[in-house]
């Protein structure tokens, strides 16, 4: 099992500010995942992050907006850059992947743009 | 792009019936995942199936490969199964790629 944790927790953020959410596992894990899920919506995937890669990012999501870091393999960050009032989410960060993994959630953080 | 869809989007029950929730995807898959998510955003895996059947405790999720749809049955529910259950599915080949998601479905179990 992988335990994941993410800070912050939640933040309030001005318009047009960027803020930094950090993943950090208990455990080497080559596939981490970024999602991100609008309010009453389901989760959608951002990016995905491997170590010593280029992130590889989804449509509709590009890099100078969630500039994503992975200095190893315990460790991610991601950032939400020139915020919007649409930006307001929860994030969460992801691990396991391959058809025999079970999939590991972090708590997520809740990002309210004002 | 694989197109998740569950049903139904909000069910409310009494406690101890039995309930069931659907998801159908539209491309062949590796694996599907059902997760649970509880007020406050936390995610927690169920299952993961590629076929058949799994069962932990009262629950059971059951897969058809050939017919894209998989079901998660709850036995003898109580209002602590109270929450979203979020049907996923990773595409065939889609080892490094995440998840698809569906709409979740919102269950209500009341005592």
């Known amino acids: 099992s992988a335990v994941i944790s993410q800070k912050p927790s939640r933040d309030i953020c001005q318009r047009g500010t960027s803020l930094t959410i950090q993943c950090q596992v208990d455990?080497?894990?080559?596939?981490m995942f970024w999602y991100r899920q609008q309010p009453g919506q389901s989760l959608t995937l951002i990016a995905t992050?491997?170590?010593?890669?280029?992130?590889?990012?989804e449509s509709g999501f590009v890099i100078d907006k969630f500039p994503i870091s992975r200095p190893n393999l315990t460790f991610s960050t991601l950032t939400v850059s020139n915020m919007s009032p649409e930006d307001s989410s929860i994030y969460l960060c992801?691990?396991?992947?391959?058809?025999?993994?079970?999939?590991?959630f972090g708590p997520g953080t809740r990002l309210t743009v004002l | 792009k694989n197109e998740v869809e569950q049903s139904p989007q909000n069910l409310t029950a009494q406690e101890g019936e039995f309930i069931t929730i659907n998801c159908s995807y539209s491309?062949?898959?590796?694996?599907l995942h059902w997760l649970q998510q509880h007020p406050g955003g936390g995610i927690v895996s169920l299952f993961m199936?590629?076929?058949g059947k799994k069962k932990h405790g009262r629950l059971i999720a059951t897969i058809n490969i050939q017919e894209k749809h998989s079901s998660l049955h709850i036995t003898a529910s109580h209002p602590r199964d109270s929450a979203v259950y979020i049907c996923?599915?990773?595409?065939?080949?889609?080892?490094?790629?995440?998840?698809?998601f569906g709409k979740g479905t919102h269950l209500i179990i009341q005592p």
């Open positions: 992801s691990v396991g992947g391959g058809s025999t993994d079970t999939q590991y």
């Open positions: 996923a599915v990773r595409s065939e080949g889609g080892g490094a790629d995440g998840l698809t």
């Open positions: 199936l590629s076929s």
């Open positions: 992050a491997n170590q010593g890669s280029e992130a590889t990012y």
């Open positions: 491309v062949g898959i590796s694996a």
């Open positions: 455990s080497q894990v080559t596939m």
